[in-house]
């Protein structure tokens, strides 16, 4: 079975300060991977998605992803955080084998500081 | 707006009664889910759709939950009895499946909040 760790219950990050979220997948198979986030009351946005090739990809607002199979990880990183990143962010991991479902951390939360 | 929609988008029922909500997935895609969030937690998959098929109910959705399909296109989720243990965020979204290159990206709903008193 597919399922994604998050480490992190809650961060706080000033603002202009980097920005790291960890992800740890376990599936055996070659995995999907994504990030999406959450704003309070809203529904979910995907920020960037892996499936295959670099392993380095970029997504919106800023945001960057890598994958790291021998860490079996995919952690976020955005380089100055602004006050509007302030939110829940989700990893989630799917595979074409499992038919896509998605599977989901408990999340992280970051706040930021002035 | 061609995103996913969802109605209603907050909902407060007494213990015990019936309570629906609707799911409009983006007009194109094949694939509709339904996912539950409670508080502090990231998504739980619930069920899904291919068209009209429901393809998988997760050990999540007691009997008390169904979820309908009728023309492949918008899906109702039902919870007959409700519980207190019900109030959640219940969040739909919808993918496109096919011989192409899939992504399995999932685009979510505003999600529906049930709160059961």
């Known amino acids: 079975a597919q399922s994604v760790t998050q480490p992190d219950i809650h961060i706080t990050v000033s603002e202009g300060a980097s920005l790291e979220l960890r992800c740890n997948y376990s599936?055996?198979?070659?995995?999907?991977l994504f990030w999406y986030v959450q704003s309070p009351g809203q529904g979910l946005q995907l920020l960037l998605k892996y499936f295959s090739g670099d392993t380095l990809v970029q997504g919106i607002k800023g945001f960057e992803a890598e994958f790291k199979r021998s860490q079996s990880s995919f952690n976020l990183r955005k380089p100055s955080v602004h006050w509007s990143d302030a939110a829940e962010y989700f990893c989630a991991v799917g595979a074409r084998s499992n038919d896509y479902k998605l599977s989901f951390g408990a999340g992280t939360t970051v706040t930021v500081r002035a | 707006d061609t995103g996913v929609s969802q109605n209603p988008r907050h909902k407060i029922t007494k213990r015990g009664q019936n309570v629906t909500f609707r799911c409009d997935p983006i007009s194109e895609h094949n694939r509709l889910y339904w996912y539950r969030q409670t508080l502090g937690q990231g998504p739980e998959f619930l069920t899904y759709f291919q068209n009209e098929a429901q393809l998988e109910k997760s050990r999540l959705l007691s009997d008390r939950f169904s979820a309908e399909r009728p023309k492949g296109s918008f899906s109702t989720l039902e919870i007959q009895r409700t519980e207190q243990g019900d109030s959640a965020m219940y969040l739909c979204?919808?993918?496109?499946?096919?011989?192409?290159?899939?992504?399995?990206?999932?685009?979510f709903g505003e999600g529906s909040r049930l709160t059961v008193l």
């Open positions: 979204a919808s993918s496109l499946v096919g011989l192409a290159l899939n992504t399995g990206e999932l685009f």
């Open positions: 599936y055996g198979a070659t995995p999907y």
